[in-house]
């Protein structure tokens, strides 16, 4: 049972890893991971929900699949029937799975969010009766969950000129992200948030992957001929797996996973050389945002306060005088 679950798991996961890498790569090979010129952005999901469903001698997977698009949901449910015999006649056990996954995404020039929450329950673990003896059936059947939101945006950078000694501009990439994960124990739930930042300029002549991969406020530098021209792609994804009922050497009624980065996720470009200046194609501004300082719009009581204590000023200096 565990075996036929994982390998339905595996499937789907390869096979969205497959569709995943096609899109970012857009039909390149994983060592040619070319970013396209221009400007743009795109979201996707996939992913299933499976339950074990026949009977006893002989089961299958009920299976529904996620709709394309940047957000759907599906559920689905199968019973498995045993036949016993007890000291009352012949009798049934049913056991009861459910799975259900969803998974949404958005992309915009700058700003992702993803978010993948599968569970999975099977019940219940075993039946009692008596036959000659006290008998038992037990739970050896299961459902499974898993979802992948993918999403991406990309934008094509001129560097403006400057006159410093070595003729690079600095521009500093950062990423802020602040997503949450969750999984159930037993190993039957597993949760992922990932983001890449991808740079293709003139100074490395090839694709290269900025070191932004864990979660918060994270940034690096890279210097750029003035003039030069470089691709940008930020990329972000949620997965969730969910697996319940029998997993080989133990049985766990209830499975959950989620990973949601839905509305924290954004990628700003700043300039760090004097003088310096870049655009984007897009015109989007990828500068990252000045905080306002809660002192610099006072609020009426502080702006009460210090005209208070300006005018309490004037008075001494009058006073002085």
């Not at 673990?125 to 008596?130: E, H, M, P, S, V």
């Not at 997503?179 to 694709?207: E, H, I, V």
Request: proline letters at 3%; one cysteine or more.
């Amino acid at each position: 049972m565990r075996n036929a679950i994982r390998a339905h798991v595996c499937a789907v996961r390869q096979r969205l890893f497959t569709a995943l890498l096609g899109a970012i790569v857009f039909g390149l090979g994983p060592n040619a991971m070319a970013i396209p010129v221009g400007f743009g952005s795109s979201c996707s999901v996939s992913g299933s929900a499976a339950a074990e469903t026949g009977s006893a001698s002989g089961t299958s997977f009920n299976v529904q699949s996620l709709l394309l698009g940047c957000g759907s949901q599906v559920s689905t449910t199968g019973q498995v029937v045993a036949n016993v015999i007890t000291d009352a006649g012949p009798s049934q056990f049913r056991f009861d799975q459910t799975a259900n996954t969803s998974a949404s995404a958005h992309a915009q020039l700058g700003s992702l969010g993803v978010r993948s929450v599968s569970d999975g329950t099977s019940t219940p673990q075993a039946y009692l009766y008596q036959s000659n003896g006290p008998g038992i059936t037990e739970n050896r059947f299961g459902a499974s969950a898993n979802s992948l939101a993918s999403t991406y945006w990309f934008d094509t950078f001129t560097v403006g000129g400057v006159t410093s000694p070595n003729g690079f501009v600095i521009l500093q990439f950062s990423m802020d992200l602040h997503g949450q994960t969750s999984a159930s124990a037993l190993g039957a739930g597993s949760s992922l948030l990932s983001r890449l930042l991808l740079s293709d300029g003139d100074r490395y002549f090839s694709d290269e992957i900025l070191s932004l991969s864990d979660a918060g406020i994270l940034s690096t530098t890279i210097g750029f001929h003035s003039f030069a021209s470089f691709s940008l792609m930020g990329l972000l994804e949620a997965q969730s797996a969910a697996r319940a009922g029998w997993l080989g050497t133990e049985y766990t009624s209830a499975s959950n996973a989620a990973a949601d980065a839905f509305n924290t996720s954004d990628f700003h470009v700043d300039v760090v050389t004097p003088g310096g200046s870049y655009s984007s194609l897009s015109g989007h501004d990828y500068v990252t945002p000045i905080a306002n300082p809660r002192g610099s719009v006072p609020e009426p009581g502080t702006a009460w306060l210090l005209s208070s204590a300006l005018l309490a000023l004037l008075g001494a200096r009058r006073r002085r005088k």
